[in-house]
């Protein structure tokens, strides 16, 4: 079945320590999404990309960046993780932008030590 | 600005119970789409369903129906006779059709459903 997979779903790792997560889509969709969920909120995009357009949203860190080196895999990589960047992040695949609908994968869950 | 409201933050049922989650939107734009979402323990965001703003028809797939009223701006979720495998967080969404928005989803806060056996 075509998918929206994350890799790792779980992820630990300390303060200030480097890390990446993995996105992967079998749907060949143009469109990749990243988003931050905290406990008991609503997703909020960080990024997203249309092929290989980069837009960031006005509001994301600096610590997050992204790479979408082909259409299948995309990167989230977080420079210097704190404690407050512990969260879920969603990737999601869209096949254009506004009107179609967005494809969630299962989520990694970043704990940060 | 666009805005979604989901004024229930929590609800609990007993199974086979009919429940209604309300979503409450705010755009100016005339050409806008609605989604909702199932988002389980497990963390997936799973699509239920995609209406945009010119079909105000109702939609029943299954054990779920939605009622998108353009005039209270509102599209409600009903799930009938309830499961405990309906049990998750549900997310109403919004995006518009214009410029630099493009793409972008207006989440609600989410309501948490609960259906106990």
């Known amino acids: 079945d075509a998918m929206v997979i994350q890799n790792p779903r779980y992820q630990v790792t300390q303060f200030g320590k480097p890390v990446t997560l993995s996105c992967s889509q079998t749907?060949?969709?143009?469109?990749m999404y990243w988003y931050q969920q905290k406990s008991s909120q609503a997703p909020k995009l960080l990024f997203h990309?249309?092929?290989?357009?980069?837009?960031n949203e006005a509001d994301t860190p600096d610590n997050f960046q992204s790479r979408r080196p082909n259409t299948s895999f995309c990167f989230l990589d977080i420079r210097s993780p704190g404690l407050g960047d512990a969260a879920m992040y969603l990737c999601?695949?869209?096949?254009?932008?506004?009107?179609?609908?967005?494809?969630f994968g299962p989520g990694t869950r970043l704990t940060v030590l | 600005a666009q805005k979604v409201t989901q004024a229930q933050t929590e609800i609990s049922v007993v199974e086979k119970e009919d429940v209604t989650l309300d979503c409450v939107y705010e755009?100016?734009?005339?050409?806008?789409?609605l989604f909702w979402y199932k988002q389980p323990p497990s963390g997936e965001l799973v699509f239920l369903i995609r209406r945009n703003s010119f079909d105000e028809q109702n939609e029943i797939s299954g054990r779920y129906s939605w009622n998108f009223q353009k005039s209270t701006s509102s599209f409600n979720f009903t799930i009938t006779a309830s499961q405990v495998v309906d049990s998750a967080v549900y997310f109403c969404?919004?995006?518009?059709?214009?410029?630099?928005?493009?793409?972008?989803?207006?989440f609600g806060r989410g309501t948490q459903l609960t259906v106990w056996p």
């Open positions: 990309y249309y092929d290989k357009d980069f837009n």
């Open positions: 999601a695949t869209s096949r254009e932008t506004v009107s179609d609908t967005q494809y």
């Open positions: 969404a919004l995006s518009v059709h214009r410029g630099s928005t493009l793409g972008r989803l207006y």
């Open positions: 755009t100016r734009d005339t050409t806008y789409y």
């Open positions: 749907l060949n969709h143009n469109v």
